[in-house]
């Protein structure tokens, strides 16, 4: 296909959506932030770097450069966007399985001074490498088709999601470092939180597994 040129109109209208995202991504970022150091401490603050240790480097090497490949190849035009996604979907599909697999592995080794269930957690953890790779392909897709006012939606959704998790797990007084570390997670992957006593199921909720708190605040 040929490679065809923007119009000015186009160009301008992209970079006001990609600043407006742009901004309000660090608006967001900047909310997130403050609420993590005030509800995790500095003790939540480094139990949250250790558990998201390994899954995010793993991710990152299994990115391999597609997603770089995938805003390339659409911007460039050169193939028709169902077979860059195509493409890229394939050759993501074993650098999922290789690094998920990986981190799973390596996670009792490099936790080992931690409890059994903060290993067995951040092994839950690396459930995101898969999620981001995938997550990642079409998210490119739309940069490089310069389809730029639905990839800056999908961007704010992300970070608003994470928000919103932090918020709810702090309404509920129960904010650790595992649970907010799943908080990045897209909500539709969250069956539950992690506790003192127990996995608290999504359609249960926290409140149930915590009657005397409840009947305190009553």
């Known amino acids: 296909m040929s490679s065809g040129v923007a119009s000015p109109l186009n160009v301008r209208r992209g970079v006001i ?38 899954p995010e480097l793993l991710f990152l090497i299994s990115i391999m450069g597609v997603h770089e490949a995938v805003t390339y190849h659409a911007a460039r035009r050169w193939f028709g966007p169902d077979v860059v996604l195509g493409s890229a979907l394939w050759i993501t599909t074993p650098l999922a399985i290789v690094g998920t697999a990986a981190s799973v592995t390596i996670i009792p080794y490099v936790l080992a001074q931690y409890p059994p269930g903060f290993r067995i957690a951040a092994q ?18 739309l940069q490089g088709g310069g389809h730029f006012g639905r990839w800056t939606q999908l961007r704010l959704l992300g970070n608003l999601n994470t928000l919103l ?22 909500a539709r992957l969250i069956t539950g939180f992690i506790t003192e006593r127990g996995i608290a199921r999504a359609a249960d909720w926290l409140v149930a597994m915590f009657p005397d708190e409840q009947r305190k605040q009553a």
Do not use: C, D, H, K
């Open 124 to 141: 839950m953890y690396s459930i995101m490498i898969p999620i981001e790779l995938f997550y990642g392909v079409p998210m490119r897709l």
């Open 165 to 186: 998790a932090l918020l709810l797990l702090w309404t509920a007084n129960r904010v650790t470092a595992v649970n907010y570390a799943f908080a990045i997670t897209p």
């Open 17 to 54: 959506q990609t600043m407006a995202g742009n901004a309000s991504t660090m608006v967001i970022n900047v909310v997130v932030g403050a609420l993590t150091a005030r509800l995790l401490g500095v003790e939540g603050r480094g139990q949250l770097a250790a558990f998201r240790l390994v």
